[in-house]
T-cell receptor, first 111, second 112 residues
Framework: RKEVEQDPGPFNVPEGATVAFNCTYS??????FFWYRQDCRKEPKLLMS???SGNEDGRFTAQLNRASQYISLLIRDSKLSDSATYLCAVNKDTNAGKSTFGDGTTLTVKP | ETGVTQSPTHLIKTRGQQVTLRCSSQSGHNTVSWYQQALGQGPQFIFQYYREEENGRGNFPPRFSGLQFPNYSSELNVNALELDDSALYLCASGPPARETQYFGPGTRLLVL
């Protein structure tokens, strides 16, 4: 079993839809959590950190459920430009530079 | 743009050869991490350098080695290349508190 698991998708949604991704992790001692966005053949870009209290950035909301060991990403009012692969990353400490990544969930937003 | 640069952008090598990849950190960042991303997979942590010392290593063999220089730029060296080393190699730099990391555009390595 992988340390960090994501549903690969693809998720195909119409513009304006709300879509949610989950990411489960196996190490209960994990300390920091992130969502990245990766466009085809490009580098991952940090989308948001995930805090215990949950956090929101515009149309994006991230939540952490420590008891069930998963993080989630909710995208509201999907845009065509949201089409990408979304990677979750989990860290054993607060050092973001030693991340264990999932294999990503692919989202395609269609007109 | 993150300000993290990598060179070269693409590279083709043959099995058994050696390769050196380079990364320049974003200004103000003193931590560099290297990741390997195979097609269809998430990045895998190779190692991190902090203040010119290795600061943690993932599950990669010793033929993967690195350096960090006083200006915080970094190199990844891979000896005795294998076909499975074909991947996108990403470096990411981070600030002193290391609470975030920002990726460079990557080097795409093909081993034939």
């Amino acid at each position: 079993r992988k340390e960090v698991e994501q549903d690969p998708g693809p998720f195909n949604v119409p513009e304006g839809a709300t879509v949610a991704f989950n990411c489960t992790y196996s190490n209960s001692a994990s300390q920091s959590f992130f969502w990245y966005r990766q466009d085809c053949r490009k580098e991952p870009k940090l989308l948001m950190s995930v805090y215990s209290s949950g956090n929101e950035d515009g149309r994006f909301t991230a939540q952490l459920n420590r008891a069930s060991q998963y993080i989630s990403l909710l995208i509201r009012d999907s845009k065509l430009s949201d089409s990408a692969t979304y990677l979750c990353a989990v860290n054993k400490d607060t050092n973001a530079g030693k991340s264990t990544f999932g294999d990503g969930t692919t989202l395609t937003v269609k007109p | 743009e993150t300000g993290v640069t990598q060179s070269p952008t693409h590279l083709i090598k043959t099995r058994g050869q050696q390769v050196t990849l380079r990364c320049s950190s974003q200004s103000g960042h003193n931590t560099v991490s290297w990741y390997q991303q195979a097609l269809g997979q998430g990045p895998q942590f190779i190692f991190q350098y902090y203040r010119e010392e290795e600061n943690g290593r993932g599950n990669f063999p010793p033929r993967f080695s690195g350096l960090q220089f006083p200006n915080y730029s970094s190199e990844l060296n891979v000896n005795a290349l294998e076909l499975d080393d074909s991947a996108l190699y990403l470096c990411a730099s981070g600030p002193p508190a290391r609470e975030t990391q920002y990726f460079g555009p990557g080097t795409r390595l093909l081993v034939l």
